[in-house]
């Protein structure tokens, strides 16, 4: 087994023992992101030079700790990649826009603060702004799922899904705004996690849905999941949105089992439009959860029709308003050839912005117009305080929910890109457990059509114990932990 | 046909927190451009404000010395436009849930006592500086920004519309201004600009109760224009009115150089700000304890100053309104009791003598050069008739001309009142000898005859003898000689 196979656990254990360093760890990944990336073209910047020297660094602190210095935290050492919208002071933010090609933050997000001992690969590609479902809205190339590179890795956290899938890193963080993690990890057959809101500081995660956005990490196997959750977790003063609640021991979950727990099954998953064959899987898997001990029950969400639609006002009204300091007046993208400030403005947004990004600007932007705010963005907020109702309802008869994570397997590129509603329609499982707030995570439950399944589970808020507890016996269930991504090899 | 004018009034005042409402960054005036300065105030991708807590603090202190109800659940809202000194293309403010609403504030004009509704006092942040290398962001060949003021807490008071005249309007923001001082919110410099006002002008048919088209007033940086806006504006619209016209809604920018107001942009042409709650931060529960605490910490306001004046110096309402309304007068009447001057002889000539100079000059009192301690040397002598009023009216346009000490100057040009009895009877004698006419006819009975007497011997003493004395001493001296005869 290469070292680049490892997981984040067993690589820790790894360095723990000295079987390996994490400078090794490093040539390994290297060495297979040199043969692959080429094809699967999962990164925007790597940055080599940084991962050598952060490697040596904690090849020291381990050494140190084998002698008998203070043990360094389990992520010590361990090659990651960031998505990128997420800043890093003094490497390149892009957020997959032209807008910020040549943007380099001079501060760091909190989670990469946090992540510091950790051994930065580089930033992951994504749509652009995080807006899509398919990395095909990159302004720099689409990335390829390394299961089938003819396949869309999902996106909008596509990049990181790849590089985690593809055995580039043992974990990646993305951001989900409405399964922008959940849904290509379903894609790609890796473990996402999108945390309660409010779970991860939001700070230097570049806007896109603020009430909607948080950022997860991508492992695989649900431990893995578990320990960069408990890294990253936790309140920030410099995110007034994030809470101030203790975070739970996950990895200690994992082993819990499902005993005695309720699996609420919401029978309008189960409905039109789901594949038969992802359908069957995520059956299949419930059912081994039964065998487990596990109790399930129906229950029922019969407002998540309107998930979709309270969900494109929501995160479209924030987005125009959080995309509008793209002005190219004090920073990234301007257009030199404007005779004022205002067609300055016009025209750096209009080169700087790809066209998905300029669609959802101007819906949100209407969305939020005088005369339509009721109608459309207050009306959004009522949707969210009855899903809110009868998620609460549904909690009262469960302890977790499961589903699909998309109704198919990962299209082909060019499918969906000409009708932007059909693309929209991939994340209709996972957009609620943003508009609530609720945590969400996508497992590998098997293969249909040589392309992996993801199920998804969801919690009650800060209830990431119960979600952990869960997956980690999907896993046992469906024996996919530490699988790397079939086609790429 | 007689019109009336509907005046409402909206007030910016940047508070004088130590650091900004989002971020820690200083909020010091006049530091070199973009020095106070962090990714969060120049609305860097992906950072996200923090609320500070003072300036909320600061806030509610406003709203509460302005009678507002402080309200329990309140929030932030997104104002959003483009605008260059605007970093986020949005500015946080406060758009339904404001943290002050429904006060009052009253003044007095003519002596009459005036309510003046408060519609509410929210809380928001300030915008960054443009310096244009010309005329203005349109013409000039460059600009550039200075974002140290972006981020500074700023509090907004919207009036209702409740006033009537110009006058009222002065009345109304200079008792805001004396009321936003006391509490020390903030310096409420107009010339810096931490204090700015918009006029929002309408006029009426005397008599009517419906609102005619009002205009909103901008560019408005002194207590004066503000004045001289409203009163140009109301007669503006009269005549557009009186020729058969019509007011339109609009946005009229003030000119002060040229004392008229220019027509700025329509109400069509007004921004859509698509407001809507800020999404990065939580919403603020205000409680009854915290507000309570805040309440605690308000001092005395111009209110109750007034009736310390009437009490405790038993000043007269219109003069003690005069002087409490205005931070400036209030502290100038206390420092020069603390001096020592007699209260109400001070007061009738701060709203006398002094404000008439202070007027004709075009001073603030503040900067007066007749201090309060110069003010309170000069009532002294007058008080213990070393000069007379004549000649303390002479020597005060001298000190406020020039400054310095009025004994001093009362020394050095020899006005002393003559209160010796032996120099004053000299002199006295000295005008009898020279008027045996009048002299006579006082000794033959005509006791009318002493004033003119009285007149000379002061006119003798170029004013320096004190009336009363000199009146004593010339019927003592002719009464004698009248006694000889
Ligand atoms: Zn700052």
Redesign the pocket.
Known sequence: MELYEFGVGQLAEAFEKGIASPSEALSSVLERIAGLEGEVRAFLLTDEEGARKAAAKADGLWLAARKGGTKPSALTGMPFVLKDNICTKGTRTSCGSRMLENFVPPYDATVAVKLAGSVLLGKSNMDEFAMGSSTENSAFGPTKNPWDTRAVPGGSSGGSAACVSAGFAPFALGSDTGGSIRQPASLCGVVGLKPTYGRVSRYGLVAFGSSLDQIGPFARSVEDAAMVFEAIAGHDPKDSTSSPRPVPDVRKACSKGVKGMRIGLPKEYFANGLDPEVRDLVMKAVLRLKDEGAEIVEVSLPSSMYGLAAYYLAATAEASSNLARFDGIRYGLRDLGAKDVVSAMKRTRSQGFGDEVKRRIMLGTYVLSAGYYEAYYNKALKVRRVLKDEFDEAFAKCDAIAGPTTPEVAFRFGERTEHPLSMYMSDIYTITANLIGIPAISVPCGLSKGLPVGLQLAARAFDEETLFAAAAEVERGSGFAGRIGGGAR | MSWETVIGIEVHVELSTE??V????KTRFGARPNT???????GMPGVLPVLNRKAVEYCMKAALALNCEVSGRTKFDRKNYFYPDLPKAYQISQYDMPIGKNGWMDVEVDGKAKRIGIRRVHLEEETGKLVHAGDDITSAESSMID?NR??IPLIEIVSEADMRSADEARAYLVKLRSILLAIGVSDCKMEEGSMRCEANVSIRPEGSTEFGALTEMKNIASFKAVYKAIEFESKRQAKVLESGGRVRRETRHWDDLKSETVFMRSKEQAHDYRYFPEPDLVPLEIDRAWTDRVKDTIPELPDQRKARYVADYGLGQRESSLISDDMDLSTYFEKGIEAGAEAKALANWMTGELAAALNASGTEISSSKAGPAEMAELLGMVAKNEISGKTAKEVFAEVFAKGGSPRKMVEAMGLGQISGEEELRKAAVAVIDANPGPSADYIAGKENAIMFLVGQLMKATKGRANPKMANQLLKQELDGRKKNL
Not at chain 2, 22 to 25: E, I, L, N, R, V
Not at chain 2, 36 to 42: E, I, S, Y
């Open positions: 650091s900004k989002f971020c820690g960054c106070q300065v962090c990714p969060v105030c120049l974002f972006c981020g």
